[in-house]
């Protein structure tokens, strides 16, 4: 994966599930989670989700905001809208470059 | 569950307990949850994230071993300056406080400085193979000029892991390294009025050990995390054409 993802070690794809998530507006951890497991049809550990979501807000890829009760949302910074669109580009063209090649061979 | 977020570290927890607490009501943890939440309390440790994160104490431990190797060296040469022969006792210190020097730059430390280090060590491997030589003017001059490399070489690489500006470096290196040497090499090698009999002259070799004192503390207090961490600051991805 491009910078900054490939060094997030093995919170990278986690950590694009969540500005995936978060592409849709702010969320607190629960709502995050539950998202993400249906994006990605496999569930998230609360441990995976905080070592990513301290990795992202450390880098400035999203925000916390005023907690409400005792959960917190978080939504993406303009770096982090950024970095995933580009993120996703990347994996856009990787997507349309393997489709194609296995075009021929699809069906035949 | 409590007891399970008390395995983060507690800068981890001032800033996310509250919160992850919270999400752990709304959704009652599964085994593989806890496993990996046990995960996570681990990677907290190992790669904190929060700013606030004081130094793991296993930061301190290449600080503290620093401060006691020059500790150790001072001691050894002030000896020769209060009790002249009778600090030969204490000779046997030097290798040690030498050994500790040395490992008080370990880890990732290492892997990325392993070049100057191969190289420091090789030169190390020349002194005590020039050491054996028949002595002569040239050997000696060779000989002394490789230790001093090898040494100023390792309080440099110390002091660049205790954070300490290129300005810095150059001072203590002049302080510790060449101005002892260039007034002890003439006053050993009897070019001065003082016999070379004079053992207080080794204790010239005082400053070198209170550098180390300076840097390991530095270190300690700091914390010393590997440098392959990455900047606080983030960094705007690489925009392409389309």
């Known amino acids: ?108 | 569950m409590t007891r399970l977020v008390r395995l983060y570290p507690r800068a981890w927890r001032d800033r996310y307990e509250e919160e992850f607490l919270a999400l752990l009501s709304e959704r009652p943890p599964t085994f593989g949850d806890l496993v990996d939440m046990v995960r996570g309390a681990v990677d907290a440790h190992l790669n904190p994230q929060a700013d606030s994160e004081p130094s793991p104490w296993t930061h301190r431990i290449p600080g503290l071993l620093a401060l006691i190797a020059g500790a150790m060296w001072s001691t050894v040469f002030l000896a020769f300056v209060f009790v002249q022969n009778d600090a030969w006792a204490l000779a046997g210190l030097v290798p040690l406080s030498l050994v500790l020097m040395f490992l008080s730059l370990p880890g990732d430390y290492m892997a990325a400085h392993g070049r100057r280090i191969v190289i420091a060590l090789g030169v190390v491997g020349l002194c005590i193979v020039i050491a054996n030589f028949p002595y002569s003017g040239v050997t000696a001059v060779a000989g002394i000029a490789g230790c001093l490399i090898a040494l100023g070489g390792l309080l440099t690489l110390a002091a660049i892991r205790a954070g300490i500006g290129p300005s810095g470096r150059w001072l203590l290196l002049v302080l510790a390294v060449v101005l002892p040497a260039a007034i002890g090499f003439p006053v050993a090698l009897g070019l001065g009025n003082i016999s070379e009999e004079e053992s207080w002259v080794l204790g010239l070799l005082v400053p070198y050990g209170l550098a180390w004192v300076l840097v390991g503390l530095r270190m300690a207090v700091r914390g010393s995390p590997t440098l392959t961490e990455l900047p606080a600051s983030p960094t705007e991805p690489e925009v392409r054409p389309a």
Request: aromatic fraction near 6%; hydrophobic fraction near 35%; proline fraction near 6%.
């Open chain 1, 1 to 108: 994966m491009n910078q900054p993802f490939g060094e997030l070690g093995r919170f990278a794809e986690p950590s694009l599930y969540i500005l995936v998530s978060l592409s849709g507006g702010p969320k607190h951890g629960y709502a995050i989670m539950t998202d993400v497991e249906e994006i990605s049809g496999s569930p998230m550990g609360p441990g995976t989700l905080y070592g990513a979501l301290a990795r992202l807000e450390r880098r400035g890829l999203i925000e916390a905001l005023e907690p409400v009760d005792r959960r917190r949302p978080y939504r993406l910074t303009g770096l982090g809208a950024t970095t995933v669109r580009a993120q996703l580009d990347s994996l856009g063209g990787f997507v349309r470059t393997g489709l194609s090649r296995l075009g021929g061979k699809i069906g035949g």
